[in-house]
C-alpha cells in the first residue's frame, strides 16, 4: 500500500540542486506531431535554465527552437527504491548572440559527442517540479 510518508513533493530550490548533480537528462518534444524523447547530457546556468550542447545540424535544432518542451532528469537506486525526478518546463531557445555563445563554449556543457561545430539550446526554466521518493520510515 501506498505511503505517504515515501513520497515527497520537492520545492524549486532543492529541485534544481538536485538537477545540478547528474549530467544526463531527456529533452522531451514534438516530432511530425508525436512525443519525442531524447537523452542528453546537459548542464545548469546561473539563471536556472538548462543547457544543451549539440550540432547545428542535428534534427533537435530544428525542432525545439522556439517551442515549449520538458526536460527532465531523475536518479535512483533499485535497491532501496529511493531516489528522485525533476521536471523543467520552458521555452527551447537556440543561442545565438556571439558573446554569449562563446562564454558557453568556454563555461557551457560539451557534447559527449565529437561535434564540428556547437550549436548551444537553452531551456528556460520557467515551471520546475520535483519529486522524492524515500523508502518507508526514513
Not at 500500500?1 to 529541485?15: P, V
Not at 519525442?36 to 546556468?45: G, I, K, R, T
Not at 543547457?51 to 525542432?63: I, K, N, Q
Amino acid at each position: 500500500m501506498y505511503q505517504n510518508d515515501a513520497f515527497r513533493a520537492l520545492d524549486r530550490q532543492e529541485s534544481l540542486r538536485l538537477l545540478a548533480k547528474v549530467p544526463v537528462g531527456r529533452v522531451v518534444y514534438t516530432r511530425q506531431a508525436l512525443p519525442a524523447v531524447l537523452p542528453v547530457n546537459f548542464s545548469l546556468d546561473t539563471d536556472s535554465s538548462v543547457l544543451l550542447c549539440t550540432s547545428p545540424d542535428s534534427d533537435l535544432v530544428g525542432a525545439i527552437d522556439g517551442v515549449v518542451v520538458a526536460f527532465e532528469a531523475d536518479e535512483f537506486d533499485a535497491a532501496t527504491r529511493s531516489g528522485w525526478s525533476v521536471v523543467v518546463t520552458g521555452r527551447a531557445t537556440v543561442v545565438t548572440d556571439p558573446a554569449e555563445h562563446e562564454r558557453l563554449s568556454r563555461d557551457g556543457p560539451a557534447s559527449w559527442m565529437p561535434l564540428a561545430g556547437a550549436a548551444f539550446v537553452r531551456i528556460e526554466s520557467q515551471m520546475v517540479t520535483g519529486r522524492e521518493l524515500r523508502p518507508p520510515g526514513l
